[in-house]
């Protein structure tokens, strides 16, 4: 499990697609640059989504894990 | 993650039914969260997606390939296809609303997004959702009837900002 404590927490368990890369958006944009988000999602497809969202916005995804059929994400504020 | 000017897409939404109404607004709000510049165009059955009160209905009748399943029940009852012949989804009133509240049902219980929310995120993520002036006219649509944050406009304006397009859709 990861040692980087966040600066903010996002549940978007229960949502599908797209919801979690949409509510992920929300909740960095007025975060500041180096701060850092966490997600929990349920859904699966998050895993290759939140990858994708990383790599085109430039917020990088500094730590992710699974368990219980939860996904927990670490995106660093560009 | 490059400095060059941001990816565009360009998507023309012309069908008004609720299942087709999913993929233009699905589309459009991840790729602005995704730092695109995106624009919508909305024509024909499309446009009445911009309506402040969306009545976006699914029709089973039309599209046979649509699965039948209820939202409710143990998850056996809930997979199974219920076969619904054109004798029933023609000829009885009422039941593109009844199967439109199935599905209805179905996406909120899969935590899917409503067509509202979705466009709600456009809004406020930017996307540039064209309303077809023709379309307006032809079909007798005003202004007031839409939402606030569109433009009015027609094919050359959809095309100006498709011109310079990385992804045009047309859905």
Redesign the interface.
């Known amino acids: 499990m990861s040692q980087i404590s966040p600066d903010q927490e996002l549940d978007c368990r ?6 979690p ?2 509510k ?3 909740a960095l944009n007025p975060m500041e640059g180096g701060q850092v988000l966490k997600v929990t999602a349920t ?1 699966p497809g998050s895993v290759a989504d939140m990858a ?2 990383s ?4 917020n990088e995804l500094v730590d992710q894990s699974q368990g219980d059929g939860e996904f927990v994400f670490f995106f660093r504020r560009k | 993650m490059s400095e060059e000017r941001p990816k565009r897409l360009a998507l023309i939404a012309s069908k008004g039914t609720l299942d087709w109404a999913y993929p233009p607004f699905i589309l459009a709000s991840t790729a602005a969260a995704l730092d695109m510049e995106v624009a919508v165009f909305f024509t024909f059955y499309g446009l009445p997606l911009l309506c402040k009160d969306l009545k976006a209905k699914v029709s089973p009748h039309s599209n046979p390939a649509m699965p039948m399943k209820m939202p409710f029940g143990s998850e056996g009852f809930q997979n199974f296809e219920w076969p619904i012949p054109n004798a029933i989804s023609s000829n009885i009133p009422g039941f593109d609303t009844f199967a439109t509240s199935m599905m209805k049902k179905s996406f909120a219980k899969k935590g899917v997004a409503t067509i509202e929310e979705l466009r709600e995120a456009c809004v406020d993520l930017d996307v540039t959702l064209i309303a077809c002036q023709m379309t307006m006219d032809v079909f007798g649509f005003t202004r007031d009837q839409f939402i606030d944050d569109i433009d009015l406009g027609g094919a050359a304006a959809f095309l100006e900002f498709a011109a310079d397009s990385d992804i045009s859709l047309f859905i």
């Open positions: 229960g949502m599908n697609c797209p919801l890369v949409l992920t958006k929300k859904d994708a969202f790599r085109r916005t430039g």
